[in-house]
């Protein structure tokens, strides 16, 4: 069984950071993409950022410049930093691994609330 957990959400102010991190557990393997998405209330999940095994990195246009992904492969770990945010980066923050042919996971989300 894998597992994803993820941490790190809670309120902030506009301006402000945090910093979501996302572990895998259980029978791993091998982690090739982890991502990250969002869903604001009312709307449809969306992809915020992604990193590959390599380091490999890509954003939504909305976070460029704002949001990093990182990852340390030996703690089978993902992290979002978050800096400058804005009240429509309100919403739960899911990780996302594709884990080869042990399947696609999802974590159980974290909240983020960004009060303007």
């Known amino acids: 069984q894998v597992q994803l957990v993820e941490s790190g959400g809670g309120l902030v102010q506009a301006g402000g950071s945090l910093r979501l991190s996302c572990v895998a557990s259980?029978?791993?393997?091998?982690?090739?993409?982890m991502d990250w998405y969002r869903q604001a209330p009312g709307k449809q999940r969306e992809l915020v950022a992604v990193i590959t095994t390599g380091g490999s990195t890509n954003y939504a246009d909305s976070v460029k410049g704002r949001f990093a992904i990182s990852r340390d492969n030996a703690k089978n770990t993902v992290y979002l930093q978050m800096n400058s945010l804005k009240p429509e980066d309100t919403g739960v923050y899911y990780c996302?691994?594709?884990?080869?042919?042990?399947?696609?996971?999802w974590g159980q989300g974290t909240q983020v609330t960004v009060s303007s």
């Open positions: 996302h691994a594709d884990m080869g042919w042990r399947g696609l996971y």
């Open positions: 259980g029978s791993i393997g091998r982690i090739n993409a």
